[in-house]
């Protein structure tokens, strides 16, 4: 489950507790960090509106209303020269993959991931800019597809060491290529320069052992049987809003082959909701994203924003079985122990 700061930070006032704590006392599975660029939109947590930095990749972000947003792109209205001779950041790979170390302090006890994203067409409209982009498919499919290798070859640097370095239990990709309607390519598009250079990022980890998890938000359906076929695990986040993307339907269709994980939606439901509906709509989820015995991890569909209410998060966690009681119990206990204890262990569920 993913808290924005702000969220964590109440959350944690809540319970009394640092929100370092908070995956311990909340009972969560699953421990990951961004080593590429999500961590310069999501891991840099600025104090005010206004507030800027620029990543290593060139990008100026802003902070705007709690998120981070993109101010310029370093590749907006830039020559074809330009773009052909933009240089990723390798000399920082050291950097961005020691981001990793204190969630892997925790490999005992959490299952254990580490996130590339983004992969391809989103690193792509990060630099270039949404139009841009999108014209470059139809205008100049030669520069889109050298764009898209540059990505895939800085993406797949990441993923081998990180693969190599570290000890994981899966490895996690994304590419938002949808909208709330449709793909914002063609999928005949998608299959012809996407689908190449995401399969070598695929292979990177099933050739691994590990589990391969793919982020991509919108209406996605049309892809999902060869995101199946390319040997995926687990897609994330199931914006059950958009087209084609009602959880039940798609388990009915895919859930013989695929893991789903997601579903609740952070944008309308989770902070509009009452908390009995939460409970109530969460638990009809879980049912029927586990009628077989399993092949679902319960989550947000996004990071949980800082305007959902908390009787609202506690009701989405008794749905999963774990009660306000209990989390405000194993909050109490750590702080009575003291911060460098443990609370009473809540039972995880990966195995």
Same mark, same amino acid.
């Given at each position: 489950?993913?808290?924005?700061?702000?969220?964590?930070?109440? $959350?944690?006032?809540?319970?009394?507790?640092?929100?370092?704590?908070? @995956?311990?006392?909340?009972?969560?599975?699953?421990?990951?960090?961004?080593?590429?660029?999500?961590?310069?939109?999501?891991?840099?947590?600025?104090?005010?509106?206004?507030?800027?930095?620029?990543?290593?990749?060139?990008?100026?972000?802003?902070?705007?209303?709690?998120?981070?947003?993109?101010?310029?792109?370093?590749?907006?209205?830039?020559?074809?020269?330009?773009?052909?001779?933009? =240089?990723?950041?390798?000399?920082?790979?050291?950097?961005?993959?020691?981001? $990793?170390?204190?969630?892997?302090?925790?490999?005992?006890?959490?299952?254990?991931?580490?996130?590339?994203?983004?992969?391809?067409?989103?690193?792509?409209?990060?630099?270039?800019?949404?139009?841009? !982009?999108?014209?470059?498919?139809?205008?100049?499919?030669?520069?889109? #597809?050298? $764009?898209?290798? #540059?990505?895939?070859?800085?993406?797949?640097?990441?993923?081998?060491? &990180?693969?190599?370095?570290?000890?994981?239990?899966?490895?996690?990709?994304?590419?938002?290529?949808?909208?709330?309607?449709?793909?914002?390519?063609?999928?005949?598009?998608?299959?012809?320069?996407?689908?190449?250079?995401? #399969?070598?990022?695929? @292979?990177?980890?099933? !050739?691994?052992?590990?589990?391969?998890?793919?982020?991509?938000?919108? &209406?996605?359906?049309?892809?999902?049987?060869?995101?199946?076929?390319?040997?995926?695990?687990?897609?994330?986040?199931?914006?059950?809003?958009?087209?084609?993307?009602?959880?039940?339907?798609?388990?009915?269709?895919?859930? =013989?082959?695929?893991?789903?994980?997601?579903?609740?939606?952070?944008?309308?439901?989770l902070p509009n909701a009452t908390s009995d509906k939460v409970f109530k709509e969460t638990k009809e989820l879980i049912e029927t994203m586990t009628a077989d015995g399993?092949?679902?991890?319960?989550?947000? !569909?996004?990071?949980?924003?800082?305007?959902?209410?908390?009787?609202?998060?506690?009701?989405?966690?008794?749905?999963?079985?774990?009660?306000?009681? #209990?989390?405000?119990?194993?909050?109490?206990?750590?702080? !009575?122990?003291?911060?460098?204890?443990?609370?009473?262990?809540?039972?995880?569920?990966?195995?």
């Amino acid at each position: 489950m993913w808290f924005h700061p702000a969220t964590a930070e109440k $959350m944690s006032k809540a319970l009394e507790i640092p929100s370092s704590y908070l @995956d311990e006392v909340l009972g969560h599975d699953i421990k990951q960090t961004w080593v590429s660029n999500n961590y310069a939109m999501e891991g840099i947590v600025h104090e005010n509106n206004g507030d800027i930095h620029i990543d290593d990749w060139g990008i100026e972000w802003i902070k705007s209303d709690e998120f981070n947003q993109i101010k310029s792109y370093p590749l907006k209205n830039a020559s074809r020269d330009e773009i052909l001779n933009y =240089k990723y950041p390798y000399e920082k790979a050291d950097k961005l993959l020691n981001l $990793m170390q204190p969630v892997l302090e925790h490999k005992k006890d959490y299952f254990i991931g580490c996130d590339i994203s983004p992969s391809l067409f989103e690193m792509i409209w990060r630099l270039r800019g949404m139009e841009e !982009s999108i014209y470059d498919i139809v205008l100049d499919r030669e520069l889109f #597809q050298t $764009m898209i290798n #540059q990505a895939a070859d800085f993406n797949l640097h990441l993923a081998k060491r &990180a693969v190599s370095e570290f000890e994981l239990d899966w490895l996690w990709s994304g590419d938002d290529v949808a909208g709330k309607e449709n793909m914002i390519m063609s999928p005949e598009d998608w299959r012809e320069i996407i689908k190449p250079r995401l #399969q070598e990022i695929f @292979d990177v980890g099933k !050739s691994n052992g590990l589990w391969m998890a793919h982020h991509c938000c919108g &209406a996605l359906r049309s892809i999902i049987p060869d995101l199946i076929e390319m040997g995926l695990d687990v897609l994330n986040p199931i914006q059950c809003d958009c087209v084609g993307m009602n959880p039940a339907e798609l388990k009915r269709d895919f859930g =013989k082959d695929l893991a789903f994980m997601g579903g609740v939606d952070t944008i309308e439901f989770l902070p509009n909701a009452t908390s009995d509906k939460v409970f109530k709509e969460t638990k009809e989820l879980i049912e029927t994203m586990t009628a077989d015995g399993g092949g679902y991890i319960l989550a947000a !569909s996004h990071t949980i924003p800082p305007e959902t209410p908390l009787e609202n998060i506690f009701a989405l966690y008794e749905a999963a079985g774990i009660t306000k009681e #209990q989390i405000f119990d194993g909050a109490a206990c750590m702080s !009575s122990k003291g911060f460098g204890q443990k609370g009473p262990k809540i039972k995880r569920r990966f195995s």
